[in-house]
């Protein structure tokens, strides 16, 4: 029996994103379901009753939540090719450090450049640049965080990305004259067929932040 892959995600999350790229990394076929993660539906709340927060994976009836687990998850269900994370033990424990970074820090920071406003903004412009400069370093001369191969810390942090243009807007900076080197990094994967279907055109996540600051109450 074919396998049933659906992915219940929404084109701004950079969460929905790292697994629409591992998806299409191993050329799974699966149903991409848009959900408004503000407006949930009954399918979202049954399948992630935890979080409640989009993406969910669901294969074959079975929900996966979380997006770094459900890229793991395709590269382990899906391991014949385009591996995702590397064989090293030392080398994947590495990747998921790298991964939990940008959880912690690097989402972190990018809220602040655009939600907030005066000394606060200023101040997460500042960690946030801070952030993609200890990735520059990390990356050093390699083309992938991984070295030679695109895999699962690259994937963890491209679609940060497709807001870069947002923080830009509303932060009124230029990130590309900060850190060239990551905006080298991110053209780089952009070549990829899986980044470049997997991402939003830049220039329409403006009026999704704008929205979601007056939903948020925070113009
Ligand atoms: C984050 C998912 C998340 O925040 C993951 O999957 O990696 N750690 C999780 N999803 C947001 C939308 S994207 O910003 C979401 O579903 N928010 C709705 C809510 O919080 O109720």
Avoid at 128 to 136: A, D, S
Avoid at 156 to 174: D, K, L, P, R
């Amino acid at each position: 029996m074919a396998d049933e892959v659906i992915l219940l995600s929404y084109w701004p999350s950079f969460f929905g994103m790292r697994t629409r790229i591992a998806l299409e990394e191993k050329g799974v076929k699966y149903e991409y379901r848009s959900e408004d993660p503000w407006n949930k539906s009954e399918l979202l709340t049954r399948m992630n009753p935890v979080h409640k927060t989009i993406p969910v994976l669901i294969h074959n009836g079975k929900p996966v939540c979380e997006s770094l687990v459900q890229v793991e998850y395709v590269d382990e269900v899906w391991s014949d090719k385009a591996p995702i994370l590397p064989s090293d033990p030392y080398q994947r424990a590495q990747a998921r450090f790298w991964a939990d970074f940008a959880d912690k820090k690097l989402y972190e920071a990018s809220k602040g450049v655009w939600m907030k406003k005066g000394e606060e903004q200023e101040a997460a412009k500042k960690e946030f640049i801070q952030v993609l400069k200890t990735l520059e370093s990390e990356l050093g001369d390699k083309p992938y965080f991984g070295g030679q191969t695109f895999g699962y810390v690259d994937i963890a942090i491209i679609g940060f990305y497709s807001w870069f243009h947002t923080y830009e807007v509303y932060g009124n900076f230029s990130i590309e004259a900060e850190c060239p080197r990551f905006v080298e990094w991110a053209k780089r994967c952009l070549q990829r067929d899986s980044v470049a279907k997997s991402l939003p055109d830049p220039k329409e996540v403006p009026a999704f932040a704008e929205m979601l600051k007056k939903m948020f109450g925070l113009d």
